[in-house]
């Protein structure tokens, strides 16, 4: 993998940096491709560096939950018991770094310098935002899975609160949807929050038909234009057991890219999408770690021979 070396890198054309977000992704398609455990614990070790911390992986506030949830990811694959006993302090400690910027409804929310990332997309960022708070609630049923006594305790009494205010404050009956945020008043529905209530168990089962009809099958509501948040809603599609649509999905999304003349994946095909071919080459990102878990590397038939072996596109 391009993306591979000591850790998972995300864009190795550019910044060649480790990235949360990248790096949670990167753990489901390792399965696949090499299993090789040794990296993606050399990857979650240096994301989150030593106590104290007092700053969030990568500075992003979801980065930091999508690290404690690697850990959990890590072990589904690897059943190393000795690397979650010896992760877990350092997971009690961004925890508590999460938990102390929780507001009166025990949502988190950035500092002055804090990124609430999620994806790129247009977001009510009007307080706290709806797919932030489902991360948290999915790192309290973790912890609260790992620890033992009133420790675990805390933290499934912390997600049950959540679970009741998110239900309370989020959940619009009309638009049969989650909303970004309840300050605003603008009851803006993005399809983020809805594809995580999918993953993490925050809607039953039959709300997530529900959000199936209203959300992800609904025009209406701006598409995911990233592949890294692609990904989530593939594995919300998948997990809903409409893999043709799926696989639909990933030739048109991914497909498209190849049609323009890709030799890879890129950040956001719409940006990429009007520019012509030799633009295109130009400014795109080489290869980044959250399309590798959707795609493959592959090389275009007219590349220009620079001693990479060249392969027919998928």
């Known amino acids: ?48 560096g030593n106590d104290p911390v007092t700053t969030h992986v990568n500075t992003i506030v979801d980065y930091s939950l999508l690290w404690i949830l690697s850990v959990g990811v890590s072990y589904l694959s690897s059943g190393d018991c000795a690397f979650v006993d010896a992760m877990l302090p350092k997971m009690e400690s961004m925890m508590a770094l999460c938990l102390s910027q929780t507001e009166e409804h025990g949502f988190i929310i950035g500092r002055e310098r804090d990124w609430e990332f999620v994806d790129w997309a247009d977001f009510d960022r009007e307080g706290p935002l709806c797919a932030e708070q489902m991360l948290l609630c999915e790192c309290c049923r973790l912890m609260g899975a790992l620890l033992p006594g009133e420790a675990g305790e805390k933290y499934r009494a912390v997600r049950q ?33 809805n594809i995580f209530a999918i993953l993490f168990d925050i809607a039953d089962e039959k709300r997530k038909e529900v959000l199936a009809r209203s959300v992800l099958f609904n025009d209406q509501i701006p598409a995911i234009t990233t592949p890294y948040f692609r990904f989530f ?22 497909g ?59």
């Not at 998972?8 to 390792?30: E, P």
């Not at 043709?244 to 999905?249: D, G, I």
Request: proline fraction near 1%.
């Open 233 to 254: 809603e593939l594995e919300a599609l998948c997990r809903l057991g409409y893999l043709k649509e799926a696989m639909e999905t990933v030739k048109d999304y991914w």
């Open 1 to 48: 993998m391009l993306c591979s070396g000591a850790f998972f890198l995300d864009g190795i054309k550019r910044d060649k940096c480790i990235w949360g977000g990248d790096a949670y992704q990167s753990l489901f398609v390792n399965r696949y491709l090499t299993a090789d455990e040794k990296i993606e614990k050399r990857t979650l070790i240096a994301l989150r």
């Open 161 to 193: 609160k959540l679970l009741s205010e998110i239900e309370r404050l989020y959940w619009d009956g009309e638009k049969q949807a989650y909303i970004d945020s309840f300050v605003s008043g603008r009851r803006h529905v993005t399809r983020h929050a």
């Open 256 to 314: 498209g890219m190849l049609k323009l003349g890709a030799i890879c994946c890129h950040a956001d095909i719409i940006n990429y999408g009007n520019l012509p071919y030799t633009d295109f080459i130009r400014t795109q990102t080489l290869c980044q770690g959250g399309d590798v878990c959707d795609f493959r590397f592959v090389r275009h038939d007219t590349d220009a021979g620079d001693g990479w072996a060249r392969s027919r596109s998928i």
